[in-house]
């Protein structure tokens, strides 16, 4: 559960969302990294490994949030649920938190990708709470 550190233990927002990010992987395996990503395109955790460019990372996972966004916005729709990019290396999954903000999830090509989905999916009330956007409508 995400709590502020109101008793002095060390518990942080950051701390929990790295928590929770790190028990979304360990549940579902076939996640190789994940992120979250604020409404405004600030990279809030993330599980990549070393030697990746969070700068870099958070500017294509931010376009990519951006253009989904827009798609459903043209479609009707005020922002999508997930999304789902397949490539021969892997699949890049997005869903929609509270806030406009986003969690993101890299697998590989053999990935049961509808499992991490719903995993994703599962774990979204508890990542809002720990960013603070857990009151959806």
């Known amino acids: 559960m995400a ?3 109101t008793a002095g233990t060390g518990t942080t927002a950051e701390g929990n969302l ?3 990010l790190g028990d979304l992987r360990a549940l579902t ?3 190789e990294s994940c992120a979250v990503l604020s409404g405004e395109g600030e990279l809030l955790s993330s599980s990549h490994g070393p030697g990746v460019e969070r700068d870099r990372v958070t500017a294509m996972l931010g376009a990519l949030a951006g253009l989904a966004a827009r798609a459903a916005r043209e479609k009707g729709h005020e922002r999508p ?3 789902k990019v397949s490539t021969e ?3 890049l999954l997005m869903v929609s938190l509270a806030d406009g903000a986003t969690l993101v999830a890299t697998t590989a090509a053999e990935a ?3 499992l991490v989905l719903y995993d994703m999916r599962n774990a979204r009330s508890e990542i809002e709470k720990a960013i603070g956007g857990g009151k959806r409508s």
Do not use: F, M, N, P
Request: overall charge negative.
């Open 112 to 114: 049961r990708s509808g």
């Open 29 to 31: 395996g076939d996640i």
């Open 81 to 83: 649920a997930q999304v």
């Open 89 to 91: 290396a892997g699949h």
């Open 18 to 20: 790295d928590r929770l």
């Open 3 to 5: 709590e502020k550190d």
